[in-house]
């Protein structure tokens, strides 16, 4: 059976090259008789593959040495409740709720102190990003929060918050490695894996070392931070085969691609090649602000939720698949992540036109 084009918002797809490795790989890693899923991660050749990962990730984001990484179970959404567990050292902190999981951040953060929305988009629907230059931002906050592309609603930051004094904390889970981002402006970056760089089951965290080592004494040994890192991500079995895919994901993307900054360049010029069709004509429509628009989540209308309905059943039975908005906002939604081939946007803006010859 061919592939699909599967423009799911997560789990989604991975790159061929990668998947074929992982397939050769299977069932006699590096001649060890064995599965990465089966091996000891005290062994070897497993330690080998997490230094070698992190190795990986510190090169292709371009980490500073002050940063420690780790890789965690949970997620995400538990790092909505590790953040504050570990930074709200002032007992408050600032969020700007711009979707759905920077609302669920905040609420989490709720529980452990002040949680302050200090902008919201919530008014138009979350269709832009407040302007981050005009916050009034606490001085006393401990860390500013945001999810800086919403895979929702189909936005994405064009500046972050910059406020001396103030950490900013960074969910990209939608985004990471599909451009370059500058690491030092940042306090704390945190994603799941299961959009750009892994099967779903594990977050990675890319953390500022000041701001390590200040959680208080009754914080849950496995959601402290300072716990976990000290053993290098092994204070306890970490998701091992999760790990191992990431390694996998950042050679393609080190030396198939060539780094972040030729990803940037083919994810633009896919996105373009959707937005362009979405902007030449008048039964599709985005609702996004133009500047705010998001390179790796593309969300689109046709005239009603009948015809929506239609179109996702039709461009399923023609392969392309998990085109179903979210609840959150109905309509349609292309998550055109990295492994996202050129060919299945051009082939999808062609199913729509086709769609809309018909139906119009």
């Keep these: 059976m061919a592939r699909i084009y599967n423009f799911s918002a997560g789990p989604s797809m991975l790159p061929v090259p990668v998947l074929e490795k992982a397939q050769a790989e299977l069932l006699d890693y590096h001649g060890s008789g064995m599965s990465v899923m089966e091996m000891s991660h005290r062994s070897s050749w497993f330690d080998d593959i997490i ?21 965690f179970q949970g997620g995400a959404t538990q790092q909505f409740a590790m953040v504050p567990l570990n930074f709200m050292t002032t007992g408050k902190a600032d969020y700007i709720v711009s979707g759905n999981f920077s609302n669920l951040a905040a609420k989490e953060a709720a529980k452990f102190g002040e949680a302050h929305i200090v902008a919201s988009s919530e008014d138009k629907n979350f269709t832009y990003i407040p302007d981050v230059h005009t916050i009034a931002y606490d001085k006393d906050a401990s860390y500013v929060h945001i999810c800086q592309n919403n895979t929702i609603f189909g936005t994405k930051y064009v500046d972050v918050p910059e406020v001396a004094g103030l950490p900013l904390v960074a969910d990209m889970s939608s985004m990471i490695l599909s451009e370059p981002v500058d690491v030092s402006k940042y306090g704390c970056i945190y994603f799941g894996v299961q959009k750009n760089v892994a099967p ?18 009754n914080v849950p040994t496995m959601m402290n931070y300072t716990t976990l890192l000290k053993k290098d991500s092994m204070y306890n079995t ?8 990431t390694g ?16 940037q360049k083919i994810n633009a010029k896919k ?25 790796m989540n593309v969300t689109f209308t046709s005239p009603n939720p009948d015809m929506d309905k239609k179109f996702c059943a039709e461009a399923g039975a023609a392969g392309f698949v998990n085109l179903k908005g979210h609840r959150l906002v109905g309509g349609m939604r292309a998550s055109i992540y990295n492994a996202m081939p050129a060919e299945g946007v051009d082939k999808l803006v062609q199913f729509m036109e086709n769609f809309r010859k018909k139906n119009a």
Aim: net charge negative; with cysteine.
């Design 51 to 71: 230094k070698e990962t992190e190795a990986s990730l510190r090169r292709v984001m371009q980490i500073p040495d002050n940063y420690k990484v780790g890789f």
């Design 200 to 217: 779903a089951g594990m977050a990675i965290a890319v953390i500022r070392e000041d701001l390590l080592g200040h959680a208080a004494d």
């Design 238 to 245: 970490p998701p091992c085969w999760c790990i191992y895919m």
């Design 248 to 263: 996998l994901v950042l050679e393609y993307l080190e030396h198939e691609i060539g780094g972040l900054a030729n990803m």
């Design 271 to 295: 996105a373009g090649v959707l937005y362009d069709y979405l902007d030449g004509q008048s039964f599709f429509k985005n609702p996004v602000e133009h500047k705010y628009r998001s390179m």
